[in-house]
Every structure is written in structure tokens, then in C-alpha cells.
């Protein structure tokens, strides 16, 4: 049987709609036997996930999903054969989850300035205390305080780039997630380059990453064939999956469409061993 692989999987630990058992079950069905789970800038969910996991026999590959800045752009780094006991990481991770919380205060904020009724306790009291809190979760508390007619009416409205109650993230710069990753051993490879400027790739590229994603929903055959030939050239790792989240994104279909074979990991582990060396 060949291996079938999606390493780019969220949970309802970060913005997914699905729990660590459900996305286990639709993995199954999906007849993936290795996956990675990617959450947004929390490694929480791996545990439950590899519980649920063993008993379908599915491999997991620790992974995190970390989000960076640059030029004004956000940039994701995904990070694969992390050390999800590395304190350093976790201590990042923890920083990280105080200011997404910071930032739904300050969103909250400006919605309050205009005219909106609206309370953090209202977006957070029913998400569990691991859930890496966003703009995702004050857009479901307007909808369900009827402030919006649609949980899109609220991004498009309010919370969108750049709308009236934006407020930017803090972020880390893109070589400083590389060493996050790195130093929790693991490998640092760039998500979704389809969906950024190609002088930004190429500093990314230059900057030290150890790969690239080259299978992606956003990605078609051709820019596929071109990602795989930019790693091809620079000697970098290549990755690949879903970028599943299930619920609103409306992306059932992705779940087993995406994915990539054996030799993509073989060759991350060959890396792995020889940066161990």
C-alpha cells in the first residue's frame, strides 16, 4: 500500500472546526496513514490527536503552524519533527497565546467605539482555555449576539485587514520562527508560497528555511510543477497537505486530495539525522 501523507491538518485547538478524535475518524476515512497536525502557534492538540491515532494505526508528526511579519505581510512557517517538550518553545507559545488575548481586548475595544455591545467574556467563555483565540472567534460572538447577519458580515464589516476594528498581531520576524523551530529540532518550512510575492519567497528562501510547500489547495499543477522546481534548485526540502480546517472554510473535499508520498518524508528525516550529526 502507498503511504498517503497530509502534513498540513488544524484542529479546533486553533482555528479548525473538528476535535483531536474527529480529525483522527475523517483522516481515517480519507485513507491517510500520516499526518501532521499544524495548529496556529499552539502544539496542544498533538497529544490528543496521537491517543486517538494509534489506535488507527496513523503515524503524527509533531508539527506547528507559526505566524510571522514581514514587509508588512504575514507570513506562515510551518514546523515539522519539533520537540513538543522544548521549553523555549512552549514558553514562545504561551507569549504568543497572552497576546493573541491582548489583541481580542483591543478589537473589542474599538467595536465598543463603534456602537457595538460586545464583551471579551462574550468570545471567550465558552472556547476552552487551549484555544489559541482570533478574529475567527469574535466574528462567531458578534454573529451569535446578532450584531451581524453572518459570521462573514462580521469580517467583512469589522474585522477584515485593514477594516475599522483591525488590529494587528504581534509578530515575530520569519527568522526568528526558523530558530523556534530549529532549536526545538525541528525542520522550518514556508507555507503556502503561492499565496505571497516572490521577491518576499526569495528572501524567506535565502534566509535559511529548510523548505518549501509545494502541494497546497491554492497551488495548481503548474505552480506545483514551479514550487517543486524552485526546491529542486535551492536544494530545500519540499512539503505538502491539506491546510484542512473543515466547518466555514467549506473544505471537506481537500481532506485526502492533498497529499504527498513517502520520499518527502524520507528526505526530511535524512535532514534531521544530518543536522543531528
Known amino acids: 500500500m502507498h503511504d498517503k501523507i497530509d502534513l498540513h491538518i488544524h484542529t479546533s485547538f486553533s482555528d479548525g472546526a473538528y476535535s483531536p478524535e474527529e480529525i483522527v475518524r475523517r483522516c481515517t476515512e480519507a485513507g491517510l496513514n500520516k499526518i501532521s497536525i499544524t495548529d496556529h502557534d499552539s502544539i496542544d492538540a498533538i497529544p490528543h490527536v496521537r491517543e486517538h491515532a494509534k489506535e488507527q494505526n496513523i503515524e503524527v508528526i509533531p508539527g506547528v503552524e507559526l505566524s510571522s511579519?514581514?514587509?508588512?505581510?504575514?507570513?506562515?512557517?510551518?514546523?515539522?519533527?519539533?520537540?513538543?517538550?522544548?521549553?523555549?518553545?512552549?514558553?514562545?507559545?504561551?507569549?504568543?497565546?497572552?497576546?493573541?488575548?491582548r489583541r481580542v481586548g483591543k478589537i473589542?475595544?474599538?467595536?465598543?467605539?463603534?456602537?457595538?455591545?460586545?464583551?471579551?467574556?462574550?468570545?471567550?467563555?465558552?472556547?476552552?482555555s487551549y484555544v489559541a483565540?482570533?478574529?475567527?472567534?469574535?466574528?462567531?460572538?458578534?454573529?451569535?449576539?446578532?450584531?451581524?447577519?453572518?459570521?462573514?458580515?462580521?469580517?467583512?464589516k469589522?474585522?477584515?485587514?485593514?477594516?475599522?476594528?483591525y488590529e494587528k498581531?504581534?509578530?515575530?520576524?520569519?527568522?526568528?520562527?526558523?530558530?523556534?523551530?530549529?532549536?526545538?529540532?525541528?525542520?522550518?518550512?514556508?507555507?503556502?508560497?503561492?499565496n505571497m510575492q516572490q521577491d518576499i519567497l526569495k528572501y524567506l528562501i535565502e534566509a535559511g528555511a529548510d523548505g518549501i510547500e509545494v502541494v497546497h489547495p491554492s497551488h495548481n499543477e503548474t505552480l506545483t510543477k514551479h514550487y517543486q522546481q524552485i526546491a529542486n534548485a535551492y536544494f530545500l526540502l519540499?512539503?505538502?497537505?491539506?491546510?484542512?480546517?473543515?466547518?466555514?472554510?467549506?473544505?471537506?473535499?481537500?481532506?485526502?486530495?492533498?497529499?504527498?508520498?513517502?520520499?518527502?518524508?524520507?528526505?526530511?528525516?535524512?535532514?534531521?539525522?544530518?543536522?543531528s550529526a
Open 169 to 194: 498581531k504581534v509578530h515575530i520576524s520569519p527568522v526568528s520562527a526558523y530558530k523556534i523551530i530549529n532549536e526545538a529540532g525541528g525542520l522550518a518550512i514556508i507555507a503556502h508560497p503561492g
Open 158 to 165: 469589522y474585522l477584515k485587514n485593514n477594516g475599522p476594528a
Open 108 to 128: 473589542i475595544k474599538k467595536l465598543n467605539n463603534l456602537g457595538l455591545e460586545i464583551t471579551v467574556e462574550d468570545v471567550i467563555n465558552d472556547l476552552p
Open 69 to 101: 511579519e514581514m514587509m508588512n505581510n504575514e507570513v506562515h512557517i510551518l514546523g515539522y519533527y519539533i520537540d513538543i517538550n522544548n521549553s523555549e518553545l512552549i514558553e514562545y507559545l504561551r507569549f504568543f497565546r497572552d497576546e493573541r488575548l
Open 238 to 275: 519540499a512539503s505538502g497537505g491539506s491546510d484542512f480546517h473543515g466547518g466555514k472554510r467549506n473544505d471537506e473535499q481537500n481532506l485526502g486530495k492533498y497529499h504527498i508520498t513517502q520520499r518527502y518524508l524520507e528526505a526530511m528525516q535524512k535532514r534531521l539525522i544530518k543536522d
Open 133 to 156: 483565540v482570533g478574529r475567527p472567534h469574535i466574528a462567531q460572538a458578534m454573529y451569535n449576539k446578532g450584531l451581524v447577519s453572518s459570521y462573514y458580515d462580521a469580517f467583512n
